[in-house]
C-alpha cells in the first residue's frame, strides 16, 4: 500500500483504542486505560475507561499518570464505577449466554469509569522536570488520556534508591521500588499505624534498618516486647533477626531492664538500666494517672510532696516511717488522696525490679545509655518481662525527658556561640503505644507531648508505633510527618490518619482496600504524594542489603553466646 | 479492472441506481460497488434490488404452467431475459478525491451511464477499516439500514478474514453510534450473531 494511499491513514484510526496520544509531545508508551471527561481540582476527575481496559483491573489505590497538553498530572485511583450510556440497558442487559451482545456492549453501551484524584503535576518542559513535580494546581484538559503508570513515573515521582532513599515497599500492581526520603523522613516526627497483626512492628524494623544503614539519625527504641534488639518471632512462627544481628556492636547496643530475661534468651546485653527513684517526677506519675487509676487531687498532692520533699519525694513518701497524718497537716494534702498515692506507689512502683532508692545506687547504665547516643549509636531498650504499660509508660518518660534536657540545652549552647560547636545529632525516639503517652490530656503534660509538638527544633523526633491512633492528641498528629499506616478498621481511627491531611477523603477508600498483611498506605513529608505499598519483606535478602557485616551473624551469635555462658554460668 | 456490474440509470448525490447488465444478476445487498470517474470514485451500498419488465408500467405475466415451474420457464422462454430487467440501488456512503477516502456526500452524483463494478476484497477491506459510513447508513432515510448494515458487516467479515474481531469492533461502532437507541442497537447485533 502507498504512502498516499487514501486508506492508509484510516488504517491507524483503526487502532485508537489501543494508543492515541493527544499532544505530539508526550510519549505515552504505557497501554491508554481511558480518557479523562469531567471533575474538577477539587473533587477529582473522572474518567471514561477504554472498552479493552477492564474495570477489575482498576483497583482502588493504583497510581496512574494523565498526560495533560502541557503537564503530566500523577493520580491516584480513588473510586471505580459501572455506566451505561442509556437506562434501556440496564433494564434489558444481555443474559450471560449472549456473549457477542455482552462483548460488543462493554466499554460502550455499559462502559467503566475511574475516579482519579490528581496528587502532583510535572510541566513537559526540561526545566521544570528537574524542578521535581509539584501539587497540582490545575487540571489536564478535556479528553486527556490516562495510562498506567510504569517505572519511569515511579521514578520521576519518588526518585531512585541510594544512601538516603530507602526503598519502603513496591505498588501492588508493578516490581518498582518506592523509596522514602530518609533525610526529610527523620526531620519531623512519624507514625506507623495498623490494627495489631498487621505487621507495625516489621514495618518499623525496616524502617529502623534504613535510618540506622544510612545513619541520617540515631535511634532510640523503647522495645516494650524485646522484639527489635534480638531475633523474635514474627506471626507465621519464623525467627526474624534483631537490630543487633543485622549492624555490627559500633552501631546498635541492646540495655535492658531485666537483665535476666535478656539471659534466658543467652543474649548478652550491652547494658542495664535502673532507674533512681530521684529521678521520678511528678510528671511522671502524671502520666500514669490512669495506669495507677489516681484521681486528680493524689496527682496534686504529689506535687504538694514534691515541693515538700524535692527530688527525694517518694523515697520519703513511701519511707516504712512515714507519717502520713503528719505530712497532710504540713502541706495540706488530702488526706486520702495521699494515702492512696502512697499505697500506689509502694504497690506499682518502688516494688519494680529496676527502680533503685537513689540514682547513685542506680549507677550510670542510664548515663551510659545516652553517652552512646551522643556518640551517634542506636539503642534498643528492651523491657523483658516488664512488658506491662506502667513501667513502660515511666521508663520511657524518665529517660525521655533527660534526653530532652541534654539535647535542649546542646542547641541552645550551639545557636548561642554560633563558633562552630556542633549541634547534638538527629535523634529518633521509637514509642509503642503511643497513644498512651500522646493522648489529649496526657501530651499536655509529659515530654512526649513536647517533643512530638516542637522538638524537631531541638533535632529530636517521635516513631510512634500505635494502633489506636484515634488515642492520639490532634494537635500532636498534626505535627506528625509522615504516616505510614497498615489496615485499620475503627472509623475514628482512619479519621484521625487523615487529621491535617487535604483531600483525605479520597484517600479514605485507599486505606480501605489495604491487605490485613503487608500492605500500608505511605503519606506526608517523606514522600511525594500518598501511595498504597506492598511492604517489602523482612527477609534474608533484606539482611543483605544491609551490608557485609550481616552476612552471617547466626555464627557471630553463636560464638557470643558460648563465650558469654563460659564467662556466666546459668547457675550463677 | 473487473467488468463492470451494471451502468447508472438514475442518479442522485445520495443514491444511485444502476440496472444490471444481466437480468438477475445484481451485487449482493449489503455489498460495496464503486463508479470510477476520472477525477474521482463514488462508493456506495446496494440497498435495494428489483426486477421487473424492461418497458415501465408493463407488468410480467405469469409464464407456469404444469411441469414447467421455475427454472424450467426460463428455459423455455429464451428471450425472458431480453424483456425483464435487474435494477440495484446504492446509498453513496462517501467518495475517493485527491487519494484520499471522504466519509461524506460527493458535490455531485455519478453521471448517469457510467458502469458501476463491485469492489474487490482487497477494497473491501480498505473500505471498513473505518466504520464511519456506519453513521451515514443510520441516518438514511426509507431504506432498510439496520439490516443493510448488518448484511455488510456480514460480507466485510467475510472479506476480512485477517481481523477475527472486525464484528467485535463494527459492534461497539454501531453501539457508540446507537447509545441511544438500545433497541435497534440489539436489533442489528443480533443479526450479526445469527451470522456465527
Same mark, same amino acid.
Given at each position: 500500500?502507498?504512502?498516499?494511499?487514501?486508506f492508509?491513514?484510516?488504517?491507524g484510526?483503526a487502532?485508537?483504542?489501543?494508543?492515541?496520544?493527544?499532544s505530539?509531545?508526550?510519549?505515552?508508551?504505557?497501554?491508554r486505560?481511558?480518557?479523562?471527561v469531567?471533575?474538577?481540582?477539587?473533587?477529582?476527575?473522572?474518567a471514561?475507561?477504554?472498552a479493552n481496559s477492564s474495570v477489575?483491573?482498576?483497583?482502588?489505590?493504583?497510581?496512574?499518570?494523565?498526560a495533560?497538553?502541557?503537564?503530566?498530572?500523577?493520580?491516584?485511583?480513588?473510586?471505580?464505577?459501572?455506566?451505561?450510556t442509556?437506562n434501556?440497558v440496564?433494564?434489558?442487559?444481555?443474559?450471560?449466554?449472549?456473549?457477542?451482545?455482552?462483548?460488543v456492549?462493554a466499554?460502550t453501551a455499559?462502559y467503566?469509569?475511574?475516579a482519579?484524584?490528581?496528587?502532583?503535576?510535572?510541566?513537559?518542559?526540561?526545566?521544570a522536570?528537574q524542578?521535581g513535580?509539584r501539587?497540582?494546581r490545575t487540571v489536564p484538559i478535556?479528553f486527556?488520556?490516562?495510562?498506567?503508570?510504569?517505572?519511569?513515573d515511579f521514578?520521576? #515521582? @519518588? /526518585? &531512585?534508591?541510594?544512601?538516603f532513599?530507602f526503598?519502603?515497599? =513496591?505498588?501492588?500492581e508493578?516490581? $518498582?521500588?518506592?523509596?522514602l526520603?530518609l533525610p526529610r523522613?527523620?526531620?519531623?516526627?512519624n507514625? #506507623? @499505624? /495498623? &490494627?495489631?497483626?498487621?505487621?507495625?512492628?516489621?514495618l518499623? =524494623?525496616l524502617l529502623?534498618?534504613g $535510618?540506622?544503614k544510612?545513619?541520617v539519625a540515631?535511634n532510640?527504641?523503647?522495645d516494650?516486647?524485646?522484639?527489635?534488639g534480638?531475633?523474635?518471632?514474627?506471626?507465621s512462627?519464623?525467627?526474624v533477626?534483631?537490630?543487633?544481628?543485622l549492624?555490627?556492636?559500633?552501631?546498635?547496643v541492646?540495655?535492658?531492664?531485666?537483665?535476666?530475661?535478656?539471659?534466658?534468651?543467652?543474649?548478652?546485653?550491652?547494658g542495664?538500666i535502673?532507674?533512681?527513684?530521684?529521678?521520678?517526677?511528678?510528671?511522671d506519675?502524671a502520666?500514669l494517672?490512669?495506669?495507677?487509676r489516681?484521681?486528680?487531687?493524689a496527682v496534686e498532692?504529689?506535687?504538694?510532696?514534691e515541693n515538700e520533699?524535692?527530688?527525694?519525694?517518694?523515697e520519703?513518701?513511701?519511707a516504712?516511717?512515714?507519717?502520713?497524718a503528719d505530712l497532710v497537716?504540713?502541706?495540706?494534702?488530702h488526706?486520702?488522696?495521699?494515702?492512696a498515692?502512697?499505697r500506689?506507689?509502694?504497690?506499682?512502683?518502688?516494688?519494680?525490679?529496676?527502680?533503685k532508692r537513689?540514682?547513685?545506687?542506680?549507677?550510670?547504665?542510664?548515663?551510659?545509655?545516652?553517652?552512646d547516643l551522643?556518640?551517634g549509636?542506636?539503642v534498643?531498650?528492651?523491657?523483658g518481662q516488664h512488658?506491662r504499660?506502667?513501667?513502660?509508660?515511666?521508663?520511657?518518660?524518665v529517660i525521655t525527658r533527660r534526653i530532652?534536657?541534654?539535647w535542649?540545652?546542646?542547641?541552645?549552647r550551639?545557636?548561642?556561640?554560633q563558633?562552630?560547636?556542633?549541634p547534638?545529632?538527629?535523634?529518633?525516639i521509637?514509642?509503642?503505644?503511643?497513644h498512651?503517652?500522646l493522648?489529649?490530656?496526657?501530651?499536655?503534660q509529659?515530654?512526649?507531648?513536647?517533643i512530638?509538638?516542637?522538638?524537631r527544633?531541638?533535632?529530636?523526633t517521635?516513631?510512634?508505633?500505635?494502633?489506636?491512633?484515634s488515642?492520639?492528641?490532634?494537635?500532636v498528629l498534626?505535627?506528625?510527618g509522615?504516616?505510614?499506616t497498615c489496615q485499620l478498621?475503627?472509623?475514628k481511627?482512619?479519621e484521625?490518619?487523615f487529621?491535617?491531611?487535604?483531600?483525605?477523603?479520597h484517600?479514605?477508600?485507599?486505606l480501605?482496600?489495604?491487605?490485613?498483611?503487608?500492605?500500608a498506605?505511605?503519606?506526608g513529608?517523606?514522600?511525594?504524594?500518598?501511595l498504597?505499598?506492598?511492604i517489602r519483606?523482612?527477609d534474608?535478602?533484606?539482611?543483605?542489603?544491609?551490608?557485609?557485616?550481616?552476612d552471617d551473624?547466626?555464627?557471630?551469635?553463636?560464638?557470643?553466646?558460648r563465650?558469654?555462658?563460659?564467662?556466666?554460668?546459668?547457675?550463677? | 479492472m473487473?467488468?463492470?456490474?451494471?451502468?447508472?440509470?438514475?442518479?442522485?448525490?445520495a443514491e444511485?441506481t444502476a440496472?444490471a447488465y444481466?437480468f438477475g444478476?445484481?451485487?449482493?445487498?449489503?455489498?460495496?460497488?464503486k463508479?470510477?470517474?476520472?477525477d474521482?470514485?463514488?462508493?456506495g451500498?446496494?440497498?435495494a434490488?428489483?426486477?421487473?419488465g424492461v418497458?415501465?408500467?408493463?407488468?410480467?405475466v405469469?409464464?407456469g404452467r404444469?411441469?414447467?415451474?421455475?427454472a424450467a420457464?426460463?428455459?423455455?422462454n429464451?428471450d425472458?431475459?431480453?424483456?425483464?430487467?435487474t435494477?440495484?440501488t446504492a446509498?453513496?456512503?462517501g467518495?475517493?478525491?485527491?487519494a484520499?477516502?471522504?466519509?461524506?456526500?460527493?458535490?455531485q452524483p455519478p453521471?448517469?451511464?457510467?458502469s458501476v463494478?463491485v469492489c474487490?476484497?482487497?477494497?473491501?477491506?480498505?473500505?471498513?477499516?473505518?466504520?464511519?459510513?456506519?453513521?451515514?447508513?443510520?441516518?438514511a432515510a426509507?431504506?432498510?439500514?439496520d439490516?443493510?448494515?448488518?448484511?455488510?458487516?456480514?460480507l466485510?467479515?467475510l472479506?476480512?478474514a485477517g481481523?477475527?474481531?472486525?464484528?467485535l469492533?463494527?459492534?461497539?461502532e454501531?453501539?457508540?453510534?446507537l447509545?441511544r437507541d438500545y433497541?435497534?442497537l440489539?436489533?442489528?447485533l443480533?443479526?450479526?450473531?445469527?451470522?456465527?
Amino acid at each position: 500500500m502507498s504512502a498516499a494511499d487514501p486508506f492508509e491513514q484510516g488504517h491507524g484510526m483503526a487502532r485508537s483504542g489501543d494508543e492515541a496520544p493527544l499532544s505530539p509531545q508526550s510519549s505515552i508508551l504505557s497501554p491508554r486505560l481511558g480518557l479523562v471527561v469531567e471533575g474538577s481540582l477539587v473533587e477529582g476527575l473522572r474518567a471514561r475507561l477504554d472498552a479493552n481496559s477492564s474495570v477489575e483491573d482498576m483497583r482502588v489505590g493504583r497510581f496512574v499518570r494523565i498526560a495533560g497538553e502541557k503537564h503530566d498530572f500523577f493520580c491516584l485511583v480513588t473510586d471505580v464505577r459501572l455506566s451505561a450510556t442509556s437506562n434501556d440497558v440496564l433494564a434489558d442487559p444481555p443474559a450471560p449466554e449472549e456473549g457477542f451482545l455482552r462483548q460488543v456492549l462493554a466499554g460502550t453501551a455499559a462502559y467503566g469509569e475511574i475516579a482519579i484524584q490528581p496528587m502532583l503535576m510535572l510541566s513537559r518542559e526540561s526545566q521544570a522536570e528537574q524542578e521535581g513535580p509539584r501539587p497540582p494546581r490545575t487540571v489536564p484538559i478535556h479528553f486527556s488520556s490516562v495510562v498506567a503508570a510504569d517505572e519511569g513515573d515511579f521514578e520521576r #515521582v @519518588f /526518585g &531512585k534508591e541510594d544512601d538516603f532513599h530507602f526503598e519502603l515497599g =513496591r505498588p501492588r500492581e508493578m516490581e $518498582v521500588p518506592v523509596v522514602l526520603d530518609l533525610p526529610r523522613f527523620v526531620e519531623r516526627s512519624n507514625g #506507623v @499505624f /495498623g &490494627k495489631s497483626g498487621t505487621g507495625k512492628s516489621f514495618l518499623t =524494623r525496616l524502617l529502623l534498618c534504613g $535510618v540506622i544503614k544510612s545513619g541520617v539519625a540515631t535511634n532510640l527504641i523503647f522495645d516494650m516486647h524485646s522484639e527489635y534488639g534480638w531475633a523474635s518471632q514474627s506471626e507465621s512462627g519464623e525467627l526474624v533477626r534483631g537490630l543487633r544481628q543485622l549492624f555490627p556492636s559500633t552501631k546498635v547496643v541492646v540495655y535492658t531492664l531485666d537483665p535476666d530475661s535478656t539471659r534466658q534468651r543467652v543474649v548478652k546485653p550491652d547494658g542495664q538500666i535502673s532507674i533512681g527513684l530521684n529521678e521520678i517526677e511528678v510528671e511522671d506519675v502524671a502520666l500514669l494517672q490512669e495506669e495507677l487509676r489516681l484521681n486528680p487531687t493524689a496527682v496534686e498532692s504529689a506535687s504538694l510532696c514534691e515541693n515538700e520533699f524535692r527530688s527525694d519525694w517518694i523515697e520519703k513518701l513511701t519511707a516504712d516511717d512515714m507519717d502520713v497524718a503528719d505530712l497532710v497537716k504540713r502541706t495540706g494534702a488530702h488526706a486520702e488522696s495521699l494515702a492512696a498515692l502512697r499505697r500506689k506507689l509502694i504497690a506499682h512502683i518502688t516494688s519494680l525490679k529496676f527502680v533503685k532508692r537513689n540514682v547513685s545506687e542506680a549507677s550510670s547504665g542510664l548515663d551510659k545509655l545516652i553517652a552512646d547516643l551522643e556518640r551517634g549509636r542506636h539503642v534498643v531498650l528492651e523491657f523483658g518481662q516488664h512488658r506491662r504499660l506502667l513501667p513502660y509508660m515511666l521508663v520511657a518518660n524518665v529517660i525521655t525527658r533527660r534526653i530532652h534536657r541534654i539535647w535542649t540545652e546542646k542547641v541552645e549552647r550551639h545557636k548561642q556561640r554560633q563558633d562552630g560547636t556542633p549541634p547534638p545529632g538527629q535523634l529518633m525516639i521509637t514509642i509503642e503505644e503511643a497513644h498512651k503517652f500522646l493522648n489529649p490530656r496526657a501530651a499536655a503534660q509529659t515530654i512526649f507531648g513536647t517533643i512530638a509538638r516542637e522538638m524537631r527544633k531541638y533535632n529530636v523526633t517521635l516513631l510512634v508505633v500505635d494502633q489506636r491512633p484515634s488515642g492520639i492528641d490532634d494537635e500532636v498528629l498534626s505535627q506528625i510527618g509522615t504516616r505510614i499506616t497498615c489496615q485499620l478498621s475503627d472509623d475514628k481511627d482512619i479519621e484521625a490518619i487523615f487529621t491535617g491531611v487535604s483531600g483525605a477523603g479520597h484517600l479514605r477508600a485507599v486505606l480501605a482496600t489495604l491487605d490485613s498483611r503487608q500492605e500500608a498506605i505511605i503519606l506526608g513529608h517523606a514522600v511525594p504524594m500518598p501511595l498504597p505499598l506492598r511492604i517489602r519483606p523482612y527477609d534474608e535478602e533484606f539482611y543483605s542489603s544491609l551490608g557485609p557485616w550481616a552476612d552471617d551473624p547466626g555464627l557471630a551469635i553463636a560464638r557470643a553466646s558460648r563465650t558469654y555462658e563460659q564467662l556466666f554460668p546459668a547457675d550463677e | 479492472m473487473s467488468e463492470p456490474i451494471g451502468e447508472i440509470v438514475e442518479t442522485a448525490v445520495a443514491e444511485f441506481t444502476a440496472q444490471a447488465y444481466q437480468f438477475g444478476q445484481s451485487p449482493p445487498f449489503g455489498s460495496f460497488v464503486k463508479v470510477e470517474l476520472p477525477d474521482w470514485t463514488a462508493y456506495g451500498l446496494v440497498y435495494a434490488i428489483r426486477s421487473g419488465g424492461v418497458e415501465p408500467g408493463l407488468r410480467p405475466v405469469v409464464r407456469g404452467r404444469d411441469g414447467v415451474r421455475d427454472a424450467a420457464i426460463y428455459a423455455e422462454n429464451p428471450d425472458l431475459e431480453q424483456v425483464l430487467r435487474t435494477e440495484f440501488t446504492a446509498l453513496t456512503i462517501g467518495f475517493q478525491e485527491d487519494a484520499e477516502l471522504r466519509t461524506f456526500l460527493p458535490p455531485q452524483p455519478p453521471p448517469l451511464h457510467w458502469s458501476v463494478h463491485v469492489c474487490s476484497d482487497d477494497e473491501v477491506v480498505r473500505l471498513s477499516e473505518q466504520l464511519e459510513y456506519f453513521r451515514t447508513v443510520l441516518a438514511a432515510a426509507q431504506i432498510p439500514a439496520d439490516a443493510l448494515l448488518a448484511a455488510n458487516i456480514r460480507l466485510a467479515r467475510l472479506a476480512r478474514a485477517g481481523e477475527p474481531d472486525f464484528t467485535l469492533r463494527a459492534g461497539r461502532e454501531l453501539a457508540t453510534l446507537l447509545k441511544r437507541d438500545y433497541a435497534r442497537l440489539n436489533g442489528i447485533l443480533r443479526g450479526l450473531r445469527t451470522g456465527d
